[in-house]
């Protein structure tokens, strides 16, 4: 029979115990174990984990920044920043003439077919040519100009007989002074101060004087006044000024105009009577490249001083106005530049009150930038790990759960997973996207989406592991006895046991994926312009100038990544340590 009374002598000091008790409990105490609940016993050890808040923290705020931030920001992400500044322009082009400029006579003309065979004459060093059954000569005034003629048949030699072709009379002496040209073999000759040229035609050989006909020369010809042009591109005055350049001579004379020649190297400056300058003589072509400017005669001969003379760059002075020219010779051709006022992308700008991180290669806010990346590389990491967790606990949990072929299949797929290359095949991707000019919206869902079909694999052995020595305890076998399910058994009481190690293993897995999105955005095949990642902001650290010059282009972001990750890890260890029951805190 029991003793009521030692029965309650017993118990009673230990009630009172437990009530009157001063004595601090510890976290693993049996008695405070009775009254926390296990999400209150896991959030009081994770928060006695100091790195776990400190990562915590740094999540929060990379959150804040990234989602927050630019709700703050007066910029977008893609502004992009001009200011007026100086740049060094192409004004002109200037080149040594290698192609002859044609000037008929007045009442003659030309035209493509005689000058094709001029170019063929000229090139055999043949001293005629014909063309449509006319003769021609040329006679070279200096090195750059030749004088052509046509050569007019005015007598022929008929069995040693000469006879006029024409109705006029042939000139006295004419006959006497070819047969003269014939015994000394001759191919012309003078008389009372003509020339006359004895050419071959057909059978019988024919005596022809010369008719100006036109001008071929390499020399440009400007006019300091546009009301001259007509006159300094005339066939008289371009032939008298090319016989006076070609004699060296000071003063020449064009109808009743008369002109004086000043000589420097590399041009000729022709003077009026009255000692002003008149036009400029050169072999060097001078033009600008914007088609609507003109450009004075004085600036063209300062242009062909300093090719001439070899120089890198020149002044000039117009209007009051002084500035600096440089000269830059590309092949054949010399670039002439200057400085140009223009409107510039603000790239590489320096931190300021106004950007405090300063502004990118396009001339864009670098802080605002790096607000939106962090959106998609924290957008990235979350959708890229639901998947991963979602594809895994599914062949996970049916692997598991079943056990024998559907494991072994299942087991084999996934080491069919494994065996592709995960950079090699995210490479190919993206340049297929690149080939394809996919949209950079589009282009983010799609790296997400194969991000999570090639990282899953891990998780469901994880899953598969923890379910495989689930599946035999006392629970399942109850659940089995009450008939539920087979659905409901796996995803209602087995996978919620797996979720803690789960939530420890996307934790710690959510950095490994911020950084393989990084790595992408460093090469290139990651998220486009415009929008940004923090990835594809520290791109610009794979020029070296720009790494050592320009440090607030990638420190800044290279320094969120890492915080992003290590907080991420620091989280992760800490909920590991938190679901572990063997951990004493």
Not at 320 to 341: A, C, F, Q, S
Not at 450 to 465: K, M, P, S
Request: charged share 20%; proline share 4%.
């Amino acid at each position: 029979m029991i003793d009521k009374d030692k029965i309650n002598e017993n118990t009673e000091p230990e009630i009172n115990y437990l009530e009157d008790t001063n004595e601090p409990m510890a976290l693993d105490d049996a008695r405070r174990i009775k009254v926390l609940s296990p999400g209150m016993l896991v959030f009081k050890r994770f928060i006695r984990n100091k790195l776990a808040v400190i990562g915590l923290v740094i999540i929060t705020f990379m959150f804040l920044f990234a989602f927050v931030g630019p709700l703050f920001s007066p910029y977008t992400q893609a502004q992009v920043f001009k200011g007026i500044g100086s740049m060094s322009k192409e004004f002109a082009g200037a080149i040594y003439n290698t192609e002859l400029r044609y000037t008929a006579a007045e009442g003659q003309t030309f035209g493509p077919a005689e000058r094709a065979q001029f170019l063929l004459a000229l090139g055999k060093k043949l001293p005629t040519f014909t063309s449509g059954g006319t003769a021609f000569t040329y006679a070279q005034e200096d090195p750059n100009t030749y004088r052509i003629l046509r050569l007019n048949p005015i007598a022929e030699d008929f069995a040693g007989i000469v006879r006029s072709l024409t109705a006029d009379p042939l000139p006295q002496g004419l006959s006497a002074a070819y047969q003269k040209a014939i015994q000394a073999k001759e191919t012309s000759f003078e008389l009372d101060g003509l020339k006359y040229q004895i050419v071959k035609a057909g059978k019988t050989t024919q005596i022809t004087n010369e008719i100006e006909i036109a001008l071929a020369t390499l020399n440009v010809f400007d006019a300091y006044n546009r009301a001259d042009e007509a006159f300094v591109n005339s066939f008289a005055f371009r032939l008298a000024s090319s016989n006076a350049i070609a004699d060296n001579e000071d003063s020449f004379t064009v109808g009743e105009r008369a002109f004086t020649a000043s000589y420097e190297e590399g041009h000729v400056t022709i003077y009026d009577k009255d000692g002003k300058e008149f036009a400029e003589v050169s072999n060097i072509i001078v033009n600008p490249l914007d088609q609507s400017l003109f450009l004075s005669v004085p600036y063209k001969k300062v242009v062909r001083e300093a090719i001439t003379n070899r120089q890198a760059s020149f002044s000039f002075t117009e209007n009051g106005e002084t500035v600096d020219y440089d000269i830059v010779r590309v092949n054949l051709t010399y670039n002439i530049k200057r400085e140009t006022p223009t409107e510039l992308i603000r790239m590489y700008e320096a931190p300021s009150s106004a950007h405090l991180m300063g502004l990118d290669n396009n001339g864009m806010d670098l802080m605002t930038r790096l607000m939106y990346g962090g959106r998609v590389s924290l957008l990235v990491g979350f959708v890229v790990i639901f998947l991963e967790l979602f594809i895994g606990v599914i062949i996970g949990g049916v692997s598991g759960y079943f056990g024998g072929w559907v494991d072994t299949g299942l087991m084999r797929f996934v080491d069919l997973f494994n065996s592709i290359p995960f950079y090699p095949m995210v490479l190919i991707f993206g340049s297929v996207m690149d080939a394809l000019e996919v949209p950079p919206m589009t282009r983010i869902f799609l790296l997400m989406a194969i991000l999570g079909l090639l990282g899953w694999t891990g998780v469901a052995r994880v899953v598969r592991g923890q379910i495989l020595s689930l599946r035999e305890q006392d629970f399942m076998v109850a659940t089995e006895a009450t008939g539920i399910r087979t659905s409901r058994r796996i995803f209602r009481h087995l996978v919620p046991n797996v979720m803690p190690l789960l939530i420890v293993q996307a934790t710690a897995g959510l950095g490994g994926i911020i950084i393989s999105e990084a790595t992408l955005g460093f090469l290139g095949l990651g998220v486009k312009y415009p929008l940004a990642s923090w990835g594809s902001i520290i791109n610009v650290a794979s020029d070296a100038f720009v790494m050592t010059n320009y440090w607030f282009m990638w420190i800044p972001a290279g320094m969120l990544i890492l915080l992003t990750v290590l907080g991420f890890n620091f989280v992760g260890d800490g909920l590991r340590d938190a679901f572990d029951p063997k951990m004493k805190r």
